[in-house]
């Protein structure tokens, strides 16, 4: 089964043309069968490429997928044209009625202020809370699920010296849980922040599972079955061009970046960076989506209850 997402939206082209199967809402509908709702609360700039980023990976399951669009209510992006956030997205005020299988909770390029700051914050805690009533399984992404871990666990994000850039090697240190079925002993997944979290601060709040880490990068992927949530701190969903165009644009403003590391070949800006991460990325999504569909309620309404 495809995903399901407007005709209109950018990403329906784009992943017709990778061979994904989409559907539009019209045919959906004709298709008797309950799809799992899952929605993603956008934070990041450039709000089309990160859309087709994540309806890439959600959308190459067997299951049907109503992916929805969220923004946060009086938050205003200068970087995606106001028609598209108008057609496309619903203001959180708006769906905090509804129920969803699963939320996807992305980064933002926020890290330097403190999470209070945010001029959000009260939002998105509202957000969290929200999560436990309203959604089966949540999966915050870098920024997203450093926030999500601060406000359930109280862990700290640390400022790095220096930008964590690159291509990093990490530890399946997890090989029987669902979410890491399928994955190779270690992986090369893309790094992009100055912030980290530290393992032994993850290890002495209560109830979290760290399943993936890298000795260079620190700790990636932490499971919280007490929230039903996932956190992840990189980026598996990026393109094979993302970090390229990230240091480009760094290298363009003359902000001070290094190369990303084991990135190009022959750690070369000039060569054709290689993607190296694509096939766990989609594993990793792929059971996530399976363990959602294996464990949610058949009933909408039901869901957080």
């Known amino acids: 089964m495809p995903i399901k997402l407007p005709a209109a939206l950018p990403a329906y082209d784009v992943l017709s043309k990778e061979g994904v199967m989409v559907l539009d809402e019209d045919t959906?509908?004709?298709?008797?069968?309950?799809?799992?709702?899952?929605?993603?609360?956008?934070?990041?700039?450039?709000k089309i490429q990160t859309?087709?980023?994540?309806?890439r990976l959600i959308g190459?399951?067997?299951?049907?997928?109503?992916?929805?669009l969220i923004r946060m209510s009086e938050h205003q992006t200068k970087n995606t044209a106001a028609a598209h956030m108008e057609e496309f997205y619903?203001?959180?005020?708006?769906?905090?009625?509804?129920?969803?299988d699963g939320l996807i909770i992305t980064g933002a390029p926020i890290e330097h202020l403190p999470f209070e700051?945010?001029?959000?914050?009260d939002e998105l805690t509202?957000?969290?809370?929200?999560?436990?009533?309203?959604?089966?399984?949540?999966f915050g992404v870098c920024w997203g699920g450093m926030a999500m871990i601060n406000y359930f666990h109280g862990v700290q994000k640390h400022i790095l010296d220096h930008k964590a850039f690159g291509c990093f090697r990490h530890r399946n240190t997890a090989p029987a849980?669902?979410?890491?079925?399928?994955?190779?002993?270690?992986?090369?997944?893309?790094?992009?922040?100055w912030t980290e979290m530290r393992q032994d601060e993850i290890d002495a709040a209560n109830g979290l599972n760290t399943l993936i880490t890298s000795d260079e990068a620190g700790p990636c992927l932490v499971e919280d079955p007490g929230h039903r949530a996932l956190y992840i701190f990189n980026h598996f969903e990026y393109d094979s061009g993302t970090l390229k165009q990230e240091y480009d644009r760094d290298i363009a403003n003359r902000t001070p970046i290094n190369v990303p590391m084991n990135?190009?070949?022959?750690?070369?800006?000039?060569?054709?960076?290689?993607?190296?991460?694509?096939?766990?990325?989609?594993?990793?999504?792929?059971?996530?989506?399976?363990?959602?569909?294996?464990?949610?309620?058949?009933?909408?309404?039901?869901?957080?209850t």
Request: with cysteine.
């Open 28 to 46: 959906a509908a004709r298709q008797d069968i309950r799809p799992l709702r899952i929605a993603l609360l956008n934070l990041m700039p450039k």
């Open 177 to 193: 849980s669902p979410y890491l079925r399928g994955f190779s002993d270690d992986c090369v997944i893309p790094v992009s922040r």
């Open 263 to 304: 990135y190009y070949p022959d750690d070369d800006p000039t060569a054709e960076p290689q993607n190296r991460w694509r096939s766990h990325a989609h594993l990793l999504y792929g059971n996530w989506i399976n363990e959602i569909y294996q464990t949610t309620h058949f009933e909408v309404d039901k869901i957080g």
């Open 90 to 100: 619903h203001p959180f005020s708006e769906v905090q009625d509804q129920k969803f």
């Open 117 to 121: 700051d945010v001029t959000y914050w």
């Open 126 to 138: 509202q957000v969290f809370d929200w999560t436990q009533t309203h959604v089966h399984s949540t």
């Open 60 to 68: 190459a399951t067997p299951l049907q997928i109503e992916f929805s």
């Open 51 to 55: 859309e087709n980023q994540f309806a």
